[in-house]
């Protein structure tokens, strides 16, 4: 991403719009004069990437996800959905300089309600064998992906380690049950779309990233697959089949 975000720089591009924590920090380090917009961040200003979300300063604005409070609704919702849940494994990019905040909100959110959580580590796509194995080792009641470009690109490993090992899964975008995870909650891919091309306009019509505060996401969903559920031999709750905005049967 550094490499990528130089040639952006090198070809002196009017906006950079990056999608995640990690290009928006390869992006930063890359140029403090360019406008950047953050497709979605996750823990902007806890992670230094902006000074603080109604003040971003420096040239970045964007998105916010909220992606590490919502986890303490995704730990609910799996929880609501398996009541015998007590060994929650998470798995997630250490590179990712949100990924603390994620481990913070899932533990205080499981330890609530009486589950304990696993870090399944992660840094590069050749790590997954061996998080796996570890995995495998423990004696985990369900997974919970924290979304980055690596395990998002690496999901379908993911979801066949989960079938194989009977393990119900909960990730962060509704995309993700579309591939096979068995529920989710978090916000929409068309909010972030809208939202980042307003922002993008605006800045292309004078507008300076520092004075524009991170919007943050507002629309969220639970999505169910319920061929998943039924594969793992689990009745999804009709409480929860209301509620989702997406269903796969």
Not at 18 to 26: L, S
Not at 95 to 107: F, I, N, S
Request: net charge negative; glycine share 6%; aromatic share 6%.
């Amino acid at each position: 991403m550094p490499e990528l975000a130089a040639d952006l720089v090198r070809l002196k591009v009017d906006v950079i719009v990056a999608q995640t924590n990690a290009a928006a920090f390869a992006a930063r380090d890359a140029t403090r004069i360019i406008p950047i917009v953050v497709w979605a961040s996750h823990g902007a200003s806890d992670t230094g990437l902006v000074a603080s979300l109604a003040r971003p300063g420096g040239n970045i604005t964007g998105l916010e996800s909220l992606a590490p409070e919502l986890d303490a609704k995704r730990v609910e919702l799996l929880k609501e959905v398996l009541p015998h849940l007590a060994q929650l494994g998470m798995i997630y990019n250490a590179e990712d300089r949100g990924a603390p905040l994620h481990v913070k909100w899932t533990g205080a959110a499981a330890s609530a309600l009486g589950v304990t959580t696993s870090r399944l580590e992660v840094r590069r796509a050749e790590d997954f064998d061996s998080m796996f194995l570890s995995a495998a080792d423990k004696r985990l009641d369900g997974l919970l992906t924290f979304s980055d470009p690596l395990t998002f690109d690496q999901w379908s490993r993911v979801a066949a380690f989960s079938l194989a090992h009977r393990l119900p899964t909960i990730c962060e975008f509704k995309e993700l049950v579309q591939a096979g995870c068995m529920l989710s909650y978090g916000p929409t891919f068309a909010e972030f779309n809208e939202r980042v091309a307003s922002l993008v306009d605006r800045i292309l019509n004078g507008a300076k990233p520092a004075e524009l505060p991170m919007e943050q996401a507002t629309r969220f969903e639970p999505a169910v697959n319920l061929k998943t559920a039924k594969a793992l031999g689990i009745m999804v709750p009709k409480a929860v089949l209301v509620r989702a905005g997406h269903v796969i049967d």
